[in-house]
């Protein structure tokens, strides 16, 4: 049976055809195991958790490339009222595919049934700061419309969509010089606002955005990034801690 992300095709524009085929080329240059490697860990011993978001594209009413985007709840014991990506930790019965568990968390979350998205690609994984190994999936909504939010409001608190291309600009953007596990490098911060909310978006969420909209434009940010070097010694993780 046809799922409804394929019937949805038939009405997409040239432009989101043509960017969904080149995300389907696209290769990850470096997996999970690499990064685990790079770390200190044995992949096949690695403490650390695995979790997948999902970066959900659709084209806006001006023909502008949007990201669904939450915000956290504020009852949650980590990362509470924070702005993120759909997405979660990896279960058994997601069977190790990334896809599974990045549109499973967004219906859980959001209610975005997985017929509505289609996954075109995977990019390489990133480390959070609780050294969570996050990958991120990136998907097509065709038809937005065929989306209705439905928040959980046990994990979040709103949904609203940005504009991709905000993640490569110099504009309503901030940054601020950390050091974490001995190496400094830049966070970066976004400030969008909708027509009744303001909203900051940072982080690991702001660093896999801006991977993407790189990805996608097929250009560089027109600020300096300075993304950590994830080249540390063997450490111990808590499999526990909560992305």
Known sequence: MESAAAKSISTASSR??????QLRLYKAEESTGKLISRVGFQESTSPAKKAAVLICLFEGDDGDLRVILTKRSSGLS??????????????EGDKDDDGVTATREAEEEIGLHPSLVDVVAFLEPFLSQHFLIVVPVVGILWDRKAFNPTPNPAEVEAVFDAPLEMFLKDENRRSEEIEWNGKRHLLHFFDYSTEDKDYVIWGLTA????RVASLVYQRPPAFVERIPDFKYPRMVVNAEQAY
């Open 16 to 21: 989101l055809l043509a960017l969904a085929q």
């Open 78 to 91: 980590t990362h509470s009222g924070e702005v993120s990506l759909p997405g979660g930790k990896a279960e």
């Open 207 to 210: 660093r896999i955005l801006i």
